[in-house]
């Protein structure tokens, strides 16, 4: 008579794995290992993948894993790429309407970045059009949130962060909290749309697929305050034309502003300049989690 866990194959084998995790003490831990099984044989079903295809899939995994260091995580790239971050993002942050739309968190988010007062400039020296940034914090009502506090990051007019470069210190990246009206300002550069790091395991699979690496240009921003929800996001630049291709699927058409450029003299917030400078303006809308948890 055979045994229940000899010589199976098919759907019993399937069947087998996923009543092996029959004991786990969490049940949702055991209904993700359980879908993840039945929905790995069926893709391997699928495909009728093959050995030495799954050998390869085993190698650019650990490849991959090699590639991710404290500031590069290969990892996050990949589920970029592959859209799953921008799915989390829908399923994982239902909002009301008006509250601004979330997109990817991305792989160059840094803890611990300098403090800045409203209106100062954080690009420390990165190279680029000086550009100011300002915009409200407010609540669904409209009414402003003050004592938010506002992370934000991005790349240089070369199309690399402060971690893909040998810097003194951070660039293009900070954080502030609005004032009593909402109000947030501070000066960086211009953004450029720029290619996602391409020389590792995921610039393979962009390859292999006959796809782009672009990014259109943006600035993130992760903003937090006491009874609302975190909103990750970033600000797209109206006009760019890697907008409809973007390499991690992050665009929504809420979350493109239009960057002015100027010339030379002086900005709206007093700065003198000796050369063209751009400014956008966007307000940032947070949902209470008594708001969010209802839908």
């Known amino acids: 008579m055979r045994s229940k866990q000899m010589d199976l194959e098919g759907d019993e084998l399937t069947a087998a794995v996923v009543a092996s995790f029959d004991g786990s003490p969490d049940p949702r831990t055991k ?22 295809e799954w050998f390869a899939g085993i190698d650019f995994l650990t490849r991959t894993g090699h590639m991710s260091t404290g500031t590069r995580q290969e990892f996050v790239l ?50 680029g059009q000086p550009c100011l940034v300002a915009g409200r914090v407010l609540d669904l009502k409209g009414r402003p949130i003050p004592g938010a506090l506002v992370e934000t990051w991005q ?20 954080h502030l909290t609005t004032d009593a009206n909402g109000n947030y300002t501070f000066w960086a550069v211009r953004p450029v749309a720029y290619p996602i790091p391409d020389d590792g395991p995921v610039g393979e699979l962009l390859r292999a697929g ?21 909103l990750i996001t970033h600000v797209f630049a109206a006009g760019d034309e890697h907008l409809r291709d973007d390499a ?7 979350l ?40």
């Open 155 to 174: 790349a240089d007019e070369d199309g690399f962060y402060d971690v893909q470069k040998d810097t003194d210190g951070p660039q293009n990246r900070g």
């Open 78 to 127: 990949l589920s970029d790429v592959l859209g799953l971050s921008m799915l989390t993002v829908g399923l994982g942050n239902k909002k009301p309407a008006g509250a601004t739309a979330s997109t990817v968190f991305g792989p160059f988010f840094v803890e611990g970045s300098p403090e800045i007062k409203l209106g100062e400039d954080l690009s420390n020296g990165a190279p």
């Open 256 to 295: 493109i502003a239009e960057f002015t450029e100027h010339p030379a003299g002086t900005a709206p917030d007093g700065r003198t300049l000796d050369q063209p400078y751009s400014t956008v303006q966007y307000d940032l809308v947070l949902a209470t989690t008594e708001e969010t948890r209802s839908l």
């Open 31 to 52: 209904q993700v290992l359980g879908a993840l099984v039945r929905h790995l044989h069926a893709f391997a079903r699928e495909v009728d993948l093959t050995e030495q």
């Open 210 to 230: 006959g796809r782009g690496p672009m990014r259109p240009a943006h600035i993130h921003f992760m903003v937090t305050a006491p009874g609302f929800s975190r």
């Open 248 to 254: 991690v699927f992050g665009v929504k058409d809420s």
